[in-house]
């Protein structure tokens, strides 16, 4: 298996514009989250989806950020409009619930805003 | 406070030598995750123990659900082990994605 695949793995990006992060999981696995990773706060999770339903979407930052999961081989992350202080890595994991909840995480998309 | 601590925060050490990282944390937990991010940035999940102790080849995580606290060992230690490990914690009651994150130890191991 590929392992998570995140795109892009790079993003430079100024004030004001739309950014859409893509996330495809590992097949098989029914949970789906969406990290961010700053050198001030560390590992926080925004988001994740079991079986493409979005089950806890408290770490979401504010309106700007959007997560969707259409089917059960994609998800988005998107900021609009993205802001300086949404600079970070963001990763993408996937678990199998039966597994009990070791995650796999992609590679991690870095957004520079600026 | 944040409920999830680890410490120390930045380690170095020279290869060979017995490493010790620690995670104490205040929450009731039904899980503890340790995961290392390389430099490159990717991260692994080493291990997620809720009781006693695992082994994977020079690695050993430890957990006292009592104490609540977590070690994770590296014994025989290489210049590749140099990377940041993070202790996460799913607390009790807390659903599949209630992870809590500590801050991450950098270790440097040098030849």
């Known amino acids: 298996d590929a392992g998570v695949i995140q795109s892009p793995r790079h993003e430079v990006t100024e004030m004001g514009q739309e950014v859409t992060l893509r996330c495809k999981p590992i097949?098989?696995?029914?949970?789906l989250f969406w990290y961010r990773q700053t050198m001030m706060r560390g590992l926080e999770l925004l988001i994740y989806?079991?079986?493409?339903?979005?089950?806890?979407d408290s770490g979401m930052p504010e309106d700007r950020f959007s997560a969707k999961m259409p089917n059960a081989s994609f998800s988005t992350l998107k900021i609009q409009p993205s802001e300086p202080r949404d600079s970070a890595v963001y990763f993408c994991?996937?678990?199998?619930?039966?597994?009990?909840?070791?995650?796999?995480f992609g590679p991690g998309t870095r957004l520079l805003v600026l | 406070k944040n409920e999830v601590e680890q410490s120390p925060q930045n380690l170095t050490a020279q290869e060979g030598e017995f490493i010790t990282i620690n995670c104490s944390y205040s929450?009731?937990?039904?899980?503890l995750h340790w995961l290392q991010q390389h430099p490159g940035g990717g991260i692994v999940s080493l291990f997620m123990?809720?009781?006693g102790k695992k082994k994977h080849g020079r690695l050993i995580a430890t957990i006292n659900i009592q104490e609540k606290h977590s070690s994770l060992h590296i014994t025989a230690s290489h210049p590749r082990d140099s990377a940041v490990y993070i202790c996460?914690?799913?607390?009790?009651?807390?659903?599949?994605?209630?992870?809590?994150f500590g801050k991450g130890t950098k270790l440097s191991v040098k030849p």
């Open positions: 994991a996937s678990s199998l619930a039966v597994r009990k909840g070791t995650q796999y």
């Open positions: 097949s098989g696995h029914d949970y």
């Open positions: 989806f079991n079986n493409n339903v979005p089950i806890d």
């Open positions: 929450v009731g937990i039904s899980a």
């Open positions: 123990l809720s009781s």
């Open positions: 996460a914690v799913k607390a009790v009651g807390g659903s599949q994605g209630n992870l809590i």
